[in-house]
Structures are given as C-alpha cells and as structure tokens.
C-alpha cells in the first residue's frame, strides 16, 4: 500500500472540497490510490468531481488579439510572480504582442513561438526591468475560413479568462457566449463529446450512491438517469443554464437567436499551477536569526 502522505491528503481535499480525516480514512481504504478515493468519497459524500479545476496558483494575464474581420483569434498566457506584475503596463503589452505573434505566425508550439526574432529578448528585457521571473506558459489559436459565414468572438475577464468563440449569428450572441464561457467553463460543447469513459465512471459512482439509498431497483434507475443527465448538462456548453436567462438553457438560446456555435477555447491564468504557499513567521524568525 502506497504511504498516505499530508500532501496526498491535501491534494484529495482540495480535488473534493472535504475535511482532512475523511480524505484520510479514504485514502486508507483505497490503499493510496488517490483516484479511487476520490471515487470512495463522491459515492459516501456526494462530493462534486473537478474542484481542482479551481486552483488557480500562479499569477499572470492573457494576452489576446482578434483581427479586423474576426476571422482569426489567439490567446495566451503570460505568467510572473505577483498580482502587481501582472497590472504592469508593459507586461500587459507584451502579453498582447505575444498573442498578434501566434495569431498571425501561427507557431506550431511553444518553442517555436518562443524562437521568433524579439521574442525572448523582450522577454528577457521585461524581467530585467521588472525584477520578476516572467513566463510564457501556452497559447490558443483559432482561424475561420474567409468564406465561412462564421466568426470570432472574443472575450477577456479581468485579464485572467480569455475566451475564443466560433459561431454563427449575430455580434451579440458571439459576445454574449464568450461571456457564458468565461463563467461556467463548459468541459465539452455538446453531450456527444463527452467520453464515454467519463460518462460510464459518473454513472458508476451514481449508481453506487443511489444503491446506499435503499430504494427500490426501479427508483435507483431513475436516480441514476436523472443524475447522468444532470451531469451532462452541467459538463456541455449548451447543456448549461444561460447566464443571461437560466430559465433556458444555452441551445435553446441559441436556436431563439437563430445562431449556433462551432466550437470555443478557453485559457484560465494559473490554472493546474499550484502556488508555492510562504510560512511568514518562519521567514521572518530566519532573518532574525
């Protein structure tokens, strides 16, 4: 059995949102493996999947451009240190370049956008100036035939979401769905997306919860289908309640504004890094030391 360690207790609170001992007891009982217990915990406590999704560490801004005719877009984000950078003018500024770079050069990856001319030295002149590590950390592009009737939208909250939408309708609805984005981060676009495997492991840990329940087969049954759906929905894009008007859901507005949408990415700053948590006291007795 693996070693149940804090920091596995930690990292299975912080992907379900409980208490230290529950994620302990259920560590124990799946032997280590953090999957498993997470699966344990979600059947016994009904724990939400995906809270990790909201461990936004590293501090930063995404950069963002759209051209003229919205047919071409790109996002990326640039990470530093602190918050404060993050407000710095030419650090924003460099970000945006960054973002026009992989829009109208279109890198194959990070280490080709990284090697066009200026890149890095700016880069490398930016930390200079500013006294802080400062990363690109990824980027995503998306291009629209020129005699496609779709287009792009795009939207940045707060200089931390930055949302790329492909569609088909009016500039509202565009605008209106970058939004919704920015808001829920929809996993998938439609039900047909999700993977099957996905779909099969949430119908497991449903069934398992609803079988504690002591219900009859016929009542488990539909538990586990109202369950799934409401999973589903909350998972896809046009599943989910309109921000706008949750009356509705995102299809159904779409199909009243007679608009659709194509596909859709997103970047979150920080999102997957874990930030590096500073004992104060501790730093404060060392230089006194």
Do not use: W
Request: aromatic share 6%.
């Amino acid at each position: 059995m693996a070693e149940i360690t804090a920091s596995l207790v930690k990292e299975l609170r912080e992907l379900t949102g409980l208490g230290m001992m529950e994620c302990k007891k259920a560590l124990t009982e799946a032997g280590g493996d953090l999957k498993k217990a997470e699966e344990l915990l979600r059947i016994k406590s009904g724990a939400k999947a995906g809270k990790i999704a909201g461990r936004i560490a590293a501090e930063g801004v995404i950069g963002a451009y759209l051209s003229p005719d919205a047919k071409l877009g790109s996002l990326v984000e640039l990470n530093c240190e602190t918050d404060f950078v993050a407000k710095n003018d030419d650090f924003v500024a460099y970000a945006r370049v960054l973002a026009e770079h992989v829009a109208t050069r279109n890198p194959a990856d990070l280490a080709a956008l990284i090697a066009y001319p200026g890149v890095e030295t700016q880069r490398q002149d930016l930390v200079q100036k500013i006294n802080e590590n400062i990363s690109i950390r990824r980027f995503s592009q998306m291009q629209v035939q020129s005699n496609s009737p779709a287009k792009l939208s795009q939207y940045v909250h707060s200089g931390r979401i930055g949302v790329l939408v492909e569609y088909e309708g009016a500039d509202e609805v565009g605008r209106d769905i970058a939004m919704h984005i920015s808001f829920s981060r929809p996993a998938y676009l439609t039900r047909a997306e999700v993977p099957a495997d996905i779909v099969e492991r949430e119908r497991g840990i449903l069934a398992a919860r609803a079988k504690e329940s002591g219900k009859p087969a016929e009542i488990v049954t539909k538990m586990v289908d109202g369950g799934l759906g409401k999973f589903l929905a909350e998972s896809t894009l046009l599943g989910q309640p309109f921000i706008k008007d949750d009356k509705q859901s995102v299809e159904k507005m779409l199909a009243a504004k007679k608009a659709k949408v194509l596909g859709y990415r997103f970047l979150v700053v920080g999102e997957g890094i874990e930030r590096k948590k500073s004992d104060f006291a501790a730093e404060v007795a060392a230089l006194t030391r």
